[in-house]
T-cell receptor, first 111, second 117 residues
Framework: GQNIDQPTEMTATEGAIVQINCTYQ??????LFWYQQHAGEAPTFLSY????GLEEKGRFSSFLSRSKGYSYLLLKELQMKDSASYLC????????????FGQGTELSVKP | EAGVAQSPRYKIIEKRQSVAFWCNPI?????LYWYQQILGQGPKLLIQ????????DSQLPKDRFSAERLKGVDSTLKIQPAKLEDSAVYLC???????????????FGAGTRLSVL
C-alpha cells in the first residue's frame, strides 16, 4: 500500500530555520508536493520535486531523495505567519496520478 | 485570476439528513477534485473529474455520496443520508489537466466545514 509519514507537530522560534521531514513508501512515484494550510483556509502550493535534489524558492526550499523515499521542506528566517500545517503529498502514476497526502505537520512559530 | 469558489463555508445538519456542496473551479481548468479532510488528517480524494467524466471515484462511499459535473464546469457533491463520521471539511480543487502529466498543480478552495450532529 501507499504510506506517507510526517511528524505531527513541530515548534520553532521566530527568525530560526526549521526542517519538516516526509518519508514515503509508494509504487509508481511521479512527483512530490508540499502545501501550506492555515487553519480554516485552503491548502496552497509551496513546492514540487520530481528529480533528486534541492529546489529553492525564496525562504522555502524542498529536497527529494527518491532512492531513500525521503523529502524535507526547509523554512528559513521563520515568521509568525509561517505557523500553519504543512502537507506532504505524493503522486503515483499507477494510482491514476492522484495525490496521496500525509497527515500534515502542525508548525508553531513562537516569538 | 479568481480562485476555486466553494459554498457554503459552514453547514450543520443532523444525522440522516441530506446536504449538498457546490464548487466552481478556476476558469479553464479541465480537472476537478473533491477531497474529504477529517480534523488532524491530510485530504483524502473522493472523486476526480476530467471535464464532465469521472476519472477516479474509488474512495467515494457510493451508497451515500454522489457527485456530478454536468457541463464540465461547476460541480456538486451530495451526501444522503449523512452519518456522524461524515463530519469533516470538504475541499474542492482544480487543475489544468489530468494528474499523470508533470507538475500540474492543484489549486484548492477554502472548503465547506460540515458538522453532523
Amino acid at each position: 500500500g501507499q504510506n506517507i509519514d510526517q511528524p505531527t507537530e513541530m515548534t520553532a522560534t521566530e527568525g530560526a530555520i526549521v526542517q519538516i521531514n516526509c518519508t514515503y513508501q509508494t509504487s509508481g512515484f511521479n512527483g512530490l508536493f508540499w502545501y501550506q494550510q492555515h487553519a480554516g483556509e485552503a491548502p496552497t502550493f509551496l513546492s514540487y520535486n520530481v528529480l533528486d535534489g534541492l529546489e529553492e524558492k525564496g525562504r522555502f526550499s524542498s529536497f527529494l531523495s527518491r532512492s531513500k523515499g525521503y523529502s524535507y521542506l526547509l523554512l528559513k528566517e521563520l515568521q509568525m505567519k509561517d505557523s500553519a500545517s504543512y502537507l506532504c503529498a505524493v503522486r503515483c502514476y499507477n494510482q491514476g496520478g492522484k495525490l496521496i497526502f500525509g497527515q500534515g505537520t502542525e508548525l508553531s512559530v513562537k516569538p | 485570476e479568481a480562485g476555486v469558489a466553494q459554498s457554503p463555508r459552514y453547514k450543520i445538519i443532523e444525522k440522516r439528513q441530506s446536504v449538498a456542496f457546490w464548487c466552481n473551479p478556476i476558469s479553464g481548468h479541465a480537472t476537478l477534485y473533491w477531497y474529504q479532510q477529517i480534523l488532524g488528517q491530510g485530504p483524502k480524494l473522493l472523486i476526480q473529474f476530467q471535464n464532465n467524466g469521472v476519472v477516479d471515484d474509488s474512495q467515494l462511499p457510493k451508497d451515500r455520496f454522489s457527485a456530478e459535473r454536468l457541463k464540465g464546469v461547476d460541480s456538486t457533491l451530495k451526501i444522503q443520508p449523512a452519518k456522524l463520521e461524515d463530519s469533516a471539511v470538504y475541499l474542492c480543487a482544480s487543475s489544468r489537466r489530468g494528474q499523470v502529466l508533470a507538475k500540474n498543480i492543484q489549486y484548492f478552495g477554502a472548503g465547506t466545514r460540515l458538522s453532523v450532529l
